[in-house]
């Protein structure tokens, strides 16, 4: 892990709480159905604040706590690829947790990315991935639109791996 005093590699932290995208940065948003119902939700939650969801995915999560907390330090490997973040904020609501992560130096990107899981007063359960990035080293640059594609293809996978986990459970 990084020290607790290493900067993030951009100056907007915190923008996806707001859904804004700074200038200078390509923005995502992704939002896939999970189900329905409470125990859904529940379940959902807590695969998201747990890293639970992101392990289903298939990336190799390191994290500096049990769930997501501010300040805790994330390092997210794919293959020879690590990319250090850290928590910027979290929520735990009556119908929406999630959090968001933001990068540090020796990631590909700079940016931030949010996991948010809320259920809506039709008792649908929805999990919405915001993010905003630009390349930060030189492999990114050089993969161009296929950079931009692999974060969609990502978000779209922790949707998809958040479903797998909440499949099978009644809705109340």
């Known amino acids: 892990m990084v020290s607790p005093d290493t900067p993030f590699t951009y100056e907007d932290v915190g923008a996806t709480r707001d859904g804004r995208c700074p200038p200078g940065f390509r ?9 329905e119902g409470e125990e859904v939700f529940r379940a959902a939650s807590e695969a998201v604040m747990t890293w639970a969801m ?20 994330v390092t997210v490997g794919l293959g020879p690829i690590k990319a250090p973040c850290r928590v910027v904020w979290t929520v735990e609501e009556y119908r929406r947790a999630g959090w968001a992560y933001g ?6 990107e700079s940016g931030e990315e949010s996991f948010v899981v809320d259920r809506t007063g039709d008792g649908t359960v929805w999990l919405t991935v915001t993010a905003f990035s630009r390349a930060a080293r030189w492999y990114s640059r050089a993969a161009g639109p296929a950079t931009r594609g692999l974060q969609h293809a990502y978000a779209r996978r922790c949707g998809l791996a958040l479903r797998r986990l909440c499949s099978g459970l009644d809705p109340l």
């Open 54 to 73: 992101h392990r289903e995915t298939g990336v190799a999560i390191s994290a500096g706590t049990d769930r997501a907390a501010p300040g805790t330090d």
């Open 103 to 108: 990068t540090l130096p020796g990631h590909p």
């Open 27 to 35: 923005p995502l948003h992704l939002r896939t159905r999970i189900g």
